[in-house]
């Protein structure tokens, strides 16, 4: 279990800050080069531990609750279906960061946790916290669109462009 925790951690790192600070290091090198967009953008050090101190800071304190969602409500979670859960999410995450794929580990993790749960029958599984998920899912894509709309009209009035 400290293996594919080692190994979750990891591919949390490798995926998500990346996710996570990407676009901010492009708005930097943006600022910085006076406007001009290129393809390729250094990362500055300071971006990334930013980045790497979000991470910490969200999974001290929201992460907790997410975490105790995906351990105890999906499905009885042993050591033995813990350890491939983690494995095969941390995997999945590794591999999509090595190519490049923008994918949720938090989501990864969710179907690894359905994938050990449904090796024992959908009677393993908690249907009612599974529906809860996969209707936030589809809530946050609206959400967050909607959001970035209002955010860019915002800072486009206070700024000009």
């Known amino acids: 279990m400290v293996f594919t925790a080692c190994a979750m951690a990891f591919a949390h790192?490798?995926?998500?800050?990346?996710?996570?600070?990407?676009?901010?290091?492009?708005?930097v090198n943006v600022v910085q080069s006076g406007?001009?967009?290129?393809?390729?953008?250094?990362?500055?050090?300071?971006?990334?531990?930013?980045?790497?101190a979000g991470i910490v800071i969200g999974l001290a304190t929201y992460g907790v609750k997410v975490m105790?969602?995906?351990?105890?409500?999906?499905?009885?979670?042993?050591?033995?279906?813990?350890?491939?859960?983690?494995?095969?999410?941390?995997?999945?995450?590794?591999?999509?960061?090595?190519?490049?794929?923008?994918?949720?580990?938090?989501?990864?993790?969710?179907g690894a946790v359905l994938g050990v749960g449904m090796a024992r029958g959908i009677a393993a599984l908690n249907l009612r916290v599974i529906g809860t998920i996969l209707t936030s899912w589809v809530v946050t894509l609206p959400a967050g669109a909607g959001l970035a709309i209002i955010f860019f009209f915002i800072l486009k009035a206070i700024f000009g462009g």
Request: hydrophobic share 45%.
């Open 13 to 27: 790192g490798s995926n998500d800050v990346a996710n996570a600070v990407g676009p901010l290091a492009a708005v």
């Open 35 to 52: 406007g001009s967009i290129s393809a390729k953008v250094a990362m500055p050090p300071w971006i990334l531990l930013l980045g790497g």
């Open 68 to 110: 105790g969602t995906i351990g105890r409500k999906i499905t009885e979670l042993t050591p033995s279906r813990g350890f491939a859960a983690e494995l095969g999410a941390a995997a999945t995450v590794v591999l999509a960061s090595g190519t490049g794929l923008p994918i949720s580990t938090t989501h990864t993790l969710v």
